[in-house]
Each structure stands twice: as C-alpha cells, then as structure tokens.
C-alpha cells in the first residue's frame, strides 16, 4: 500500500527502512523521499514507528 502517494512511497519501503535502522520522522523523510510535498504522510510514519516500538518492546520483555 503506498504510504506517500506524492513520492511513490509503500509502507514495505518505510518498514524495510526501520528495520535498517530509521528510527524517527526526519530519518523516514530523509530515507525514503517521502514527506517533503504534502505532509498527509507523516502520520503513517508515525503509526509504523510506534507499531515497531511496539512490537520491539514486546520482543525484549519475552526474551
């Protein structure tokens, strides 16, 4: 599913991203290309971000 529709970007491009590392917004931007023209997206960046937090998190209290 595409998460910036301005610059062609899908949310496996910005997952792909934090799994490399990405770890905020700017980084997204900066990584990915997206963000820049409209900003509608900067809310999915967010919502994936705290979904990986999320999922993160759980991983290191079952370990």
Do not use: P, W
């Amino acid at each position: 599913m595409y998460v910036c529709v301005c610059k062609a970007v899908t949310d496996r491009q910005v997952t792909q991203a934090i799994s490399q590392g990405v770890c905020n917004r700017r980084q997204l931007m900066q990584c990915t290309g997206a963000g820049g023209v409209c900003g509608k997206c900067t809310a999915s960046f967010k919502a994936l971000l705290d979904e990986n937090a999320q999922n993160r998190a759980i991983q290191a209290h079952a370990a």
